[in-house]
């Protein structure tokens, strides 16, 4: 049976929200050779299921206000389409979190590269 309804377009990415250098420093993409590199940039189908019991921990308790707010998250980041939709929402969660402050910026740069790669 052929539905006479159009296929749903992929949401369009918003408009960059101002960001600090700080922030910005967050996104760029650090070059990891080797197999090491290699593993770490194997694409992600979900990233709930892509989290392990201490990353899901480590991400709720260091970047976001617990589990609740890193549940919510995840959800909408897995239904972007893309990075580029993406990453305005990964802007606001970092401005809103502070996750350019120095004791975040590993964790945060972990998180990001996970969402990397469930659009790779």
């Known amino acids: 049976m052929v539905s006479d309804r159009p296929a749903p377009h992929p949401p369009q990415p918003a408009p960059a929200p101002n960001l600090s250098p700080e922030v ?8 990891q050779g080797g197999v090491a590199g290699r593993m ?7 990233l709930n299921r892509a989290l392990s019991i201490n990353n899901r921990v480590l991400f709720a308790n260091k970047l976001f ?4 707010g890193l549940n919510d998250a995840l ?13 305005p929402l990964l802007i606001d969660l970092a401005q809103q979190h502070d996750w350019a402050r120095e004791d975040r910026q590993e964790t945060a740069r972990e998180f990001i590269d996970l969402v990397r790669r469930r659009y790779a």
């Open 40 to 46: 770490m940039r194997q694409r992600v189908t979900d």
């Open 65 to 68: 206000d617990g589990n609740e």
């Open 24 to 31: 910005e420093e967050l996104f760029e993409e650090k070059d």
């Open 75 to 87: 959800k909408i980041l897995n239904l972007r389409g893309s990075f580029a939709n993406a990453k």
